[in-house]
């Protein structure tokens, strides 16, 4: 089923990720046209969010820190890192883009289709995790990498995203173990 479809219609008292991408990064560290972006885009959201989730890599948590900087609300919970958000090989992502030659989940499958299937699953569990944090009717902002916050989400949903582009996101909606994706700016 395509991004943005419902995986059967979302009942009862949804709970909410905002997932992104860190905006532009020199290494681990954002540029200023990362930071000035990350502030634009930060003041953009729509805020009410009960939890902040990085991955603890330092241009997903500077990103984090801009967007909640730019939008100036309390996040009740607080933030924390979530480095199962994040790939313990990064270097076999790296490989498997260069030989499909796209970050597309479909083709990174068929270049590396175990690493696909088991970063995915554990990716996945980690946004399951994020989501048994929050209230009934909460909402968290996580800031992540791609491929995989794609692959977080096709191993908690079994739904394809498309690749995200830097500070752009997805929004996974949950209740009763069904999923609505919407794709964000």
Request: overall charge negative; some cysteine.
């Amino acid at each position: 089923m395509p991004a943005g479809t419902l995986a059967g219609s979302v009942t009862g008292v949804a709970k909410e990720i905002e997932l992104r991408r860190h905006t532009d990064a020199d290494g681990d560290i954002l540029t200023a046209k990362g930071v000035a972006a990350a502030l634009e885009i930060g003041a953009r959201h729509r805020g009410g969010y009960h939890l902040a989730v990085s991955t603890g890599a330092q241009r997903a948590t500077q990103t984090l820190a801009c967007f909640l900087a730019a939008l100036g609300q309390p996040v009740p919970a607080g933030v924390v890192v979530e480095p199962e958000l994040r790939s313990r090989v990064e270097d076999r992502w790296r490989a498997a883009y260069q030989k499909a030659g796209s970050g597309a989940l479909d083709a990174l499958r068929k270049a590396d289709s175990e690493l696909v299937a088991e970063d995915s699953e554990r990716l996945g569990t980690a946004l399951r995790r994020v989501l048994d944090r929050l209230p009934d009717g909460g909402r968290a902002l996580v800031v992540g990498h791609s491929p995989t916050n794609e692959a977080a989400v096709l191993g908690l949903t079994d739904e394809i995203v498309a690749p995200l582009a830097k500070g752009a996101g997805v929004l996974v909606a949950a209740a009763d173990d069904r999923y609505q994706l919407e794709p964000i700016e």
